[in-house]
């Protein structure tokens, strides 16, 4: 599939190009360039299955001084999330998997240590309470195939923190272990492959879960924030801040909170590890997914189009249906500390964070990547960027999603 390109020139130093309607998402984009809030970053959006912003500028490799092009690629972080939901959904739309069964009903060993009666919607929502590993695992264990037994049987019987559907508690790394898993006990093949054939290379979606060596070259390097900056950012935050990020923070230097543990469990996480090659080249579905800004949105594409682009069909519009509406939601989720909703994997954020629409749906990731789906305005976007914020929410994400919405295009179109 190839895009016919929008036809107005990124103000600089943005690179790419926009469609006339849509300005305001292309110059705020290039602000955040021109005033170093971004090193390297690339946005792309469709509305109505068109592609109308297609823009990216700044530097891949700060170093190196390599310049960021169309098809840079970045780690995705928890972007990753949102592909293996849908991948699950997906397996839902063939009649292979009931969000209603217990998961034990794909996966026997499952339903010791208290989890028989789990779901796979409750796992899917962050409501089963297996947001840290009790058993001592590394996130070597996890990535090796010599080890995938001793992660199995530990998974196996972990007991949930909380009553099963009683708390919403993200699950940051975890969620990736239990759900590739599951998937792989109902397709019988790994989650990386199964979305490279049936979604991502169908689409012309330029994404990966497992990445080769061939695209080595094409990444850019994260950059995390500085520690020093960081410390200087979170000190008011752990002593006195009350916003779901200060409250973030103070939980992470807590030892024994559930969102520290969150966070470091399996050992061995960090942002480095997550950057790295042996992560890269993994099907780990917390985090280990890369993809350029239009590859992100392009996978989101035919969620925001009832399920098919042109005569590709990806999934039944009553597959997507039941992802317009929460499913899960808590004010103040366990481990991130805010208001935050869940359907079937999917990211249901609060109105105003990156979309005003309550049918909107998505996933966000560790430092501002986001890939996101408006199903009623028709809408699909993909940001990547390499210098990560410290923030729960990315304010630069949330800025171009504004501008977005406030654009003439989507407004003239409502």
Known sequence: MIDELPEIPCPFPGKGTYAPGYERVARV?????????????????????????????????????TPWLHDTRVVLFSV??????????????RGLLEWDAPVATYWPGFAQAGKAAITVRTLMNHEAGLLAFDEPVSLADVLGDDSRDKVIRAVERQRPLWEPGKGQG??????????????????KEPLGEFLRRELFEP????????????I??????????????????????VVVGGTAEDRVMRDLVSRGSWTRRAFTSPRGVSVEA???????RS??????????????????????????????????????????????FSERDLVLQKPLGWSQGF???????FSPTRESFGHAGMGGALGWCDPVKKLAIGYVMNRLDWRVRSPRAMALCRALYDSDGVREAS
């Open 29 to 65: 984009f290039a602000e955040h360039l021109r005033a170093g809030e971004e090193f390297g970053a690339g946005l792309s959006v469709y509305h109505r299955g068109r592609l109308v912003v297609d823009v990216w500028g700044g530097l891949a490799d700060r170093d190196k001084a």
């Open 274 to 280: 997550f950057d790295s090659i042996p992560v890269r």
């Open 283 to 328: 099907d780990f579905a917390s985090g280990a997914a890369t993809g350029s800004a239009r590859g992100v949105a392009r996978a989101y594409l035919p969620f925001s189009l009832g399920g098919a682009v042109g005569a590709t069909r990806i999934v039944a519009p009553s597959t997507i249906l039941p992802l317009h509406a929460r499913q899960g």
């Open 347 to 353: 990211l249901k954020e609060e109105s105003s964070v």
């Open 216 to 237: 080595d070259a094409r990444m850019a390097t994260i950059y995390p924030y500085p520690v020093p900056m960081r410390l200087v950012k979170m000190l008011g935050s």
């Open 203 to 214: 689409l012309g979606a330029d994404v990966s879960l497992g990445t080769g060596p061939e």
């Open 170 to 187: 993200y699950h940051a790394v975890t969620f990736g272990v239990y759900v590739r898993e599951l998937f792989e006990r109902i397709a």
């Open 80 to 93: 990753t999330k949102g592909l293996a939901a849908m991948a699950l959904a997906m397996l839902s739309d």
